[in-house]
């Protein structure tokens, strides 16, 4: 099955800074890739993901990266507010295919006004 | 649409008890994954379940278990519970392909 690393674990960060969290994978064959968000006390929800036919996506001040041959992408959010303080989490199938997900570790985000 | 529920939202059990915890998906899905979510463990998958028949299966013990039913509402348990069991439980459903998951305000569960 697919195996997924995050990093960093937890990332500070100013007011209208930009930040940026990677992920690597194992399996080559994987194609999709979401990033969920997790506020304190809610459940996961997905902010953005990229399939494999794209090496890039964006939606307002938050973007997705892909690089299939490094097996590795990353999420780049852009003039960040403190309501972007929360738990990251990008994600892979399993298995190629399914829509059950294996996540990183998270990264914990911290903005200061 | 409504969104994905759980129930019930809190529970407190004694190591050795068994517990059952309850998912109704979205409307029109057919795929339900359970995860564990711990601090030190993050979100780990548990299993998935498919049109009644289990699809996935994650790295836990056989005390964990579940089943779906023709409506795709889902039910996972735990029996002889451990401490290390606690942690919050979380449901997700999907379409069945590689697509957003849903998740729902998952089941915080506390084995003393």
């Known amino acids: 099955g697919e195996n997924v690393e995050q990093h960093p674990s937890t990332l500070s960060v100013q007011e209208g800074d930009s930040a940026v969290i990677k992920c690597t994978y194992s399996?080559?064959?994987?194609?999709?890739f979401p990033w969920y968000k997790q506020e304190l006390g809610k459940r996961p929800q997905l902010i953005i993901d990229?399939?494999?036919?794209?090496g890039e996506k964006k939606d307002q001040r938050i973007a997705v990266t892909l690089n299939k041959t490094a097996k590795h992408f990353s999420l780049h959010i852009t003039e960040t507010q403190p309501e972007d303080s929360a738990v990251y989490f990008c994600?892979?199938?399993?298995?190629?295919?399914?829509?059950?997900?294996?996540f990183g570790k998270g990264t914990m985000l911290l903005v200061s006004p | 649409k409504a969104g994905v529920t759980q129930t019930p939202r809190y529970l407190i059990k004694t190591r050795g008890q068994q517990v059952t915890l309850s998912c109704s998906p979205i409307?029109?899905?057919?795929?339900v994954s359970w995860y564990q979510q711990t601090p030190g463990q993050g979100l780990q998958f548990l299993f998935e379940?498919?049109?009644?028949?289990?699809?996935n299966k994650g790295n836990f013990p056989g005390r964990f278990s579940g089943r779906q039913f023709s409506n795709s509402r889902s039910e996972m348990n735990v029996s002889t519970l451990e401490l290390g069991d606690s942690a919050l439980y979380l449901c997700?459903?999907?379409?069945?392909?590689?697509?957003?998951?849903?998740f729902g305000p998952g089941t915080r569960l506390t084995v003393t």
């Open positions: 994600a892979a199938p399993v298995l190629v295919g399914y829509s059950t997900l294996t």
């Open positions: 399996d080559s064959a994987s194609n999709y």
């Open positions: 409307s029109g899905h057919r795929s």
């Open positions: 379940y498919f049109s009644e028949t289990q699809r």
């Open positions: 990229i399939r494999s036919n794209v």
């Open positions: 997700a459903s999907s379409s069945g392909g590689p697509d957003e998951q849903y």
